[in-house]
């Protein structure tokens, strides 16, 4: 974070140059100091430049005061002229600094802000397909956009408070030497507002914590709805996830609402406070002048450092606040950012060969090399984990432990409600990492996939589902995000997925944009891209899981029939009931309850197993009912 646009490489994944160090997450306040070391050098500049801002508000009220008693009361016109020419320099070198000053600290908001959203990034590209099964994707989300900015915040009020602390320091100087009575009150005025406010900063922070949750509760619920529109409008359950979406932001706006009223009571307690504190210095001043003991330049003076000094006081409020705020946002951050991928390659790994059979232990599946091998399944989502197994993913079977609102959790119980949390993601920590090191049970070429770098697994065997998405851009990077291809590949892919009807959509063609999700597709042609996608890839061993669920009949033959074309002589696995496919496999295999009870080619399985008969019937029972729809 050195710059803008920040360098980060954290989280370490083996294709950086010059790795950065992994942010502190021992805790809270170590995060936030981890974070503040990494552009200390802009913060100390951003600091110094506001300290020359605030030289007009620092020496203007001693200046203005011995303009009063040397050029006016004194009579003499050469010292008013002399003390208005050191006003004036004052005020231009302030000036010139505050542009400095606003121009760096908006700097350090911006690479506080911007390296937190790519810290997330490389998170979630560390921890791929595991960190869903540990933390929440609304808190993932809050904390590469609203905890983000909470960290910018705070770089910019640490270099504001950093040199208001030291004007400050000054003023009291300042004062002290004219007097000791009205020094020693501006000297304390500030730390005995902060000790008033203290007391409330707790169950400010408390619910600060309460309106982080629900508001990122309120981003997973939006995401959720958002991804599956289609189906809640396919099964008319806009309603019930409307209502519950309406309910779960009231008691967002509820907890916001609850905050900002401790806020706004922090904020009374300043302007109470230093609305006192002037009064006092008037009332000691004005009396100081009737004995004597101080000039009208100086109680001039003292006036001025007394409205001046509600503005380091209000700042110091502010600092504790935001510093508040930042805590609660470096909690959930670290919740993410502590967490590590339990994947560890072995000492000397071992090559793999993906032109050899793959075979998995667990269900007894063989996939012989150089066929196209379809799994059928009467319940889909047993042979869409013998995918995952095949390509070395855990499997989603945990539900991520988010952060709970801790809603009228104070002391020792909210502790034991954040232990029980951190708990859980041990649990399910320790138990990735154990499933990951153990031996597989799936062998390529004899070689467990544990025996060999995961690197080397995901660029011998490539798996496609139904959950890949695609990524806000252009049709060539979606098709071919590394730019690896010729143009005559790319449209080879776009023409086996039958995805040509996307490239003519598109004005500009390869370079026509598409939305994030490829919202403006529909399902069919989403599927498609992302069938054009993996086949693009070439890999050794490719598996994918109802490749064709969304499209038509007629489509879905083509389709079928150009991928087996395209694939001839390498392995390929389709999980799917669809006859289509089925005419062009090579070997089909049969699972029930998670094992391979029946394989051979389709014709002699849906002459001689019932079992394998009655699912594909009845595939073929839903399909027709479809369409008659």
Same mark, same amino acid.
Request: hydrophobic share 45%; charged share 20%; aromatic share 6%.
């Given at each position: 974070m050195q710059d803008f646009p920040p360098r980060i490489a954290t989280f370490f994944s083996g294709s950086d140059d010059a790795p950065s160090p992994d942010p502190d997450t021992r805790s809270p306040a170590a995060f936030l100091r981890w974070m503040l070391r990494q552009q200390w050098q802009v913060i100390t500049l951003s600091a110094l430049s506001c300290l020359l801002w605030l030289m007009p508000l620092t020496f203007g009220p001693y200046i203005f005061g011995r303009a009063v008693d040397d050029g006016i009361l004194g009579g003499s016109e050469s010292d008013l002229l002399r003390w208005a020419g050191v006003m004036l320099a004052v005020v231009c070198v302030g000036g010139v600094f505050g542009v400095v000053f606003h121009t760096l600290v908006v700097r350090t908001w911006l690479i506080g802000l911007y390296g937190t959203t790519q810290m997330v990034t490389r998170k979630v590209a560390q921890m791929g397909h595991v960190l869903p099964r540990r933390s929440p994707t609304g808190e993932v989300l809050s904390v590469s956009s609203s905890d983000s900015d909470e960290f910018g915040a705070l770089t910019e009020i640490i270099a504001r408070a950093a040199a208001q602390l030291v004007s400050y320091l000054t003023v009291a100087a300042i004062v002290l030497s004219m007097s000791w009575q009205l020094g020693l009150l501006v000297l304390v005025a500030a730390p005995v507002l902060l000790g008033a406010a203290l007391p409330l900063l707790r169950p400010l922070h408390r619910r600060q914590e309460v309106e982080r949750s629900r508001n990122s509760e309120l981003t997973s619920m939006a995401t959720d709805i958002v991804a599956g529109l289609r189906i809640l409008r396919g099964i008319g359950?806009?309603?019930?996830?409307?209502?519950?979406?309406?309910?779960?932001?009231?008691?967002?706006?509820?907890?916001?609402?609850?905050?900002?009223?401790?806020?706004?009571?922090?904020?009374?307690?300043?302007?109470?406070?230093?609305? #006192?504190?002037?009064?006092?210095?008037?009332?000691?001043?004005?009396?100081?002048?009737?004995?004597?003991?101080?000039?009208?330049?100086?109680?001039?003076?003292?006036?001025?450092?007394?409205?001046?000094?509600?503005?380091?006081?209000?700042?110091?409020?502010e600092?504790?606040?935001?510093?508040?705020?930042?805590?609660?946002?470096?909690?959930?951050?670290?919740?993410?950012?502590?967490?590590?991928?339990?994947?560890?390659?072995?000492?000397?790994?071992?090559?793999?060969?993906?032109?050899?059979?793959?075979?998995?232990?667990?269900?007894?599946?063989?996939?012989?090399?150089?066929?196209?091998?379809?799994?059928?399944?009467?319940?889909?989502?047993?042979?869409?984990?013998?995918?995952?197994?095949?390509?070395?993913?855990?499997?989603?079977?945990?539900?991520?432990?988010?952060?709970?609102?801790?809603?009228?959790?104070k002391g020792r119980t909210a502790r034991r409600a954040r232990a029980d949390r951190e708990r859980r993601r041990a649990r399910i920590a320790a138990r990735d990492e154990e499933a990951a090191t153990r031996a597989w049970g799936v062998r390529l070429g004899g070689v467990d996939l544990s025996a060999a770098s995961l690197v080397d697994v995901r660029r011998q065997v490539l798996v496609s589902d139904t959950g890949s998405g695609l990524f806000a851009g252009t049709l060539q990077d979606a098709i071919d995000p590394h730019g690896r291809l010729t143009r005559e590949q790319a449209e080879e892919a776009l023409r086996v997925a039958n995805a040509e009807d996307?490239?003519?959509?598109?004005?500009?063609?390869?370079?026509?944009?598409?939305?994030?999700?490829?919202?403006?597709?529909?399902?069919?042609?989403?599927?498609?891209?992302?069938?054009?996608?993996?086949?693009?890839?070439?890999?050794?061993?490719? #598996?994918?899981?109802?490749?064709?669920?969304?499209?038509?009949?007629?489509?879905?033959?083509?389709?079928?029939?150009?991928?087996?074309?395209?694939?001839?002589?390498?392995?390929?696995?389709?999980?799917?009931?669809?006859?289509?496919?089925?005419h062009h496999a090579d070997r089909v295999v049969l699972l029930q309850d998670g094992r391979v009870v029946a394989d051979g080619e389709h014709a002699d399985l849906l002459r001689d197993n019932d079992t394998y008969r009655g699912v594909v019937a009845r595939s073929l029972d839903d399909e027709v009912e479809g369409v008659s729809r």
């Amino acid at each position: 974070m050195q710059d803008f646009p920040p360098r980060i490489a954290t989280f370490f994944s083996g294709s950086d140059d010059a790795p950065s160090p992994d942010p502190d997450t021992r805790s809270p306040a170590a995060f936030l100091r981890w974070m503040l070391r990494q552009q200390w050098q802009v913060i100390t500049l951003s600091a110094l430049s506001c300290l020359l801002w605030l030289m007009p508000l620092t020496f203007g009220p001693y200046i203005f005061g011995r303009a009063v008693d040397d050029g006016i009361l004194g009579g003499s016109e050469s010292d008013l002229l002399r003390w208005a020419g050191v006003m004036l320099a004052v005020v231009c070198v302030g000036g010139v600094f505050g542009v400095v000053f606003h121009t760096l600290v908006v700097r350090t908001w911006l690479i506080g802000l911007y390296g937190t959203t790519q810290m997330v990034t490389r998170k979630v590209a560390q921890m791929g397909h595991v960190l869903p099964r540990r933390s929440p994707t609304g808190e993932v989300l809050s904390v590469s956009s609203s905890d983000s900015d909470e960290f910018g915040a705070l770089t910019e009020i640490i270099a504001r408070a950093a040199a208001q602390l030291v004007s400050y320091l000054t003023v009291a100087a300042i004062v002290l030497s004219m007097s000791w009575q009205l020094g020693l009150l501006v000297l304390v005025a500030a730390p005995v507002l902060l000790g008033a406010a203290l007391p409330l900063l707790r169950p400010l922070h408390r619910r600060q914590e309460v309106e982080r949750s629900r508001n990122s509760e309120l981003t997973s619920m939006a995401t959720d709805i958002v991804a599956g529109l289609r189906i809640l409008r396919g099964i008319g359950g806009e309603d019930t996830f409307g209502r519950n979406y309406a309910a779960q932001s009231q008691s967002a706006r509820q907890a916001g609402v609850s905050s900002g009223v401790w806020q706004a009571a922090v904020e009374a307690v300043g302007v109470l406070f230093s609305g #006192v504190f002037l009064v006092s210095l008037v009332w000691l001043g004005t009396r100081q002048v009737s004995a004597g003991d101080i000039s009208v330049g100086q109680l001039v003076s003292f006036l001025g450092y007394g409205l001046f000094m509600v503005g380091p006081i209000r700042t110091f409020f502010e600092l504790a606040q935001k510093s508040t705020r930042a805590l609660v946002s470096a909690r959930k951050a670290i919740a993410i950012f502590e967490q590590r991928p339990p994947w560890r390659d072995p000492e000397v790994p071992q090559p793999l060969d993906g032109s050899a059979d793959l075979v998995d232990d667990l269900s007894g599946f063989h996939a012989r090399a150089g066929l196209l091998t379809v799994v059928v399944s009467a319940v889909p989502e047993q042979s869409a984990a013998l995918a995952d197994r095949l390509g070395r993913y855990l499997p989603p079977d945990t539900d991520p432990v988010g952060e709970d609102d801790g809603a009228g959790l104070k002391g020792r119980t909210a502790r034991r409600a954040r232990a029980d949390r951190e708990r859980r993601r041990a649990r399910i920590a320790a138990r990735d990492e154990e499933a990951a090191t153990r031996a597989w049970g799936v062998r390529l070429g004899g070689v467990d996939l544990s025996a060999a770098s995961l690197v080397d697994v995901r660029r011998q065997v490539l798996v496609s589902d139904t959950g890949s998405g695609l990524f806000a851009g252009t049709l060539q990077d979606a098709i071919d995000p590394h730019g690896r291809l010729t143009r005559e590949q790319a449209e080879e892919a776009l023409r086996v997925a039958n995805a040509e009807d996307v490239y003519d959509a598109l004005p500009e063609g390869w370079q026509g944009q598409l939305d994030e999700r490829g919202r403006g597709l529909s399902g069919g042609q989403r599927q498609r891209v992302v069938l054009a996608r993996a086949l693009a890839v070439d890999a050794p061993v490719l #598996v994918l899981v109802e490749p064709t669920s969304a499209v038509d009949a007629h489509t879905e033959a083509r389709i079928a029939e150009r991928v087996s074309g395209l694939r001839r002589g390498r392995t390929t696995v389709v999980c799917t009931v669809s006859p289509l496919w089925l005419h062009h496999a090579d070997r089909v295999v049969l699972l029930q309850d998670g094992r391979v009870v029946a394989d051979g080619e389709h014709a002699d399985l849906l002459r001689d197993n019932d079992t394998y008969r009655g699912v594909v019937a009845r595939s073929l029972d839903d399909e027709v009912e479809g369409v008659s729809r």
